[in-house]
């Protein structure tokens, strides 16, 4: 069964970085797109960003964009999220997510395997 077990949430000051991790089991891992999403409080989950399977094609929502960026090193079956310039309206439950497709998108249909989430709070 395939996991995925993200890392390097914290608390940081407002225009500060951070760069969260996402390992995954399984040796499928570069067969598929991922995704990160985040959920504040009191809101509905939200698609950040994703990269397709070679990493050569990602998407953005417009509201991080310039700012975040995704990678991914399929050696280390590991995507990243690396946040700049980060914002009090940033704060939120991070997860990453494992595609069904190998094309990166928004829709959280799309995506079938979660990790539990790493909190990300921004102070101002």
């Known amino acids: 069964q395939v ?3 993200e890392s390097g949430g914290g608390l940081v000051q407002a ?12 040796r499928t891992f570069s067969w598929y797109a991922m995704g ?7 809101k509905e989950r939200e698609f950040v960003a994703a990269i397709s399977w070679s990493g050569g094609n990602t998407e953005y929502a417009d509201s ?6 995704i990678s991914r090193d399929n050696a280390e079956n590991t ?19 494992r ?6 998108g928004p829709a959280q249909y799309d995506y079938d395997t979660w990790g539990q989430g790493t909190q ?5």
Request: glycine residues 8%; hydrophobic residues 35%.
């Open 99 to 104: 595609s069904r497709t190998r094309l990166p």
């Open 36 to 42: 990160w999403f985040r959920q504040a409080p009191g």
């Open 120 to 124: 990300v709070t921004v102070s101002s």
């Open 64 to 69: 991080v964009k310039g700012r975040f960026t």
């Open 3 to 5: 996991q995925l077990v």
């Open 79 to 97: 995507v990243f999220l690396q946040m700049n310039s980060l914002k009090p309206e940033d704060t939120a439950v991070y997860y990453c997510a």
């Open 15 to 26: 225009g500060g970085s951070l760069r969260l991790s996402c390992v995954t089991s399984g």
